[in-house]
């Protein structure tokens, strides 16, 4: 992470949540601009064969709370 990252990255986790919110989608909104036709059909098929491992019963959902613990226990700490 450059120094800039950091820095832009420090004033950001000092806003309050709903500041945060607002700059997490503004920045998301920007990168809608570079759409790629390619990605969009690969996120499609993607999205689509999840729904049928999950229709068939092959992998079993988890609950969010479970699944943002693995997130969190994985995460290389800053």
Partial sequence: ??????????????LDPSERTQVVTHLLESLKAEHDPKIEQ????????????????????VPWSVAWQQIKS????P
Avoid: C, Y
């Fill in 1 to 14: 992470m450059t120094e800039r990252v950091q820095k832009v990255l420090a004033l950001a986790m000092a």
């Fill in 74 to 77: 994985r995460a290389p700490t």
């Fill in 42 to 61: 690969a996120w499609s098929t993607e999205i689509a064969n999840r729904v049928e491992e999950l229709d068939s019963g092959r992998v079993q959902p």
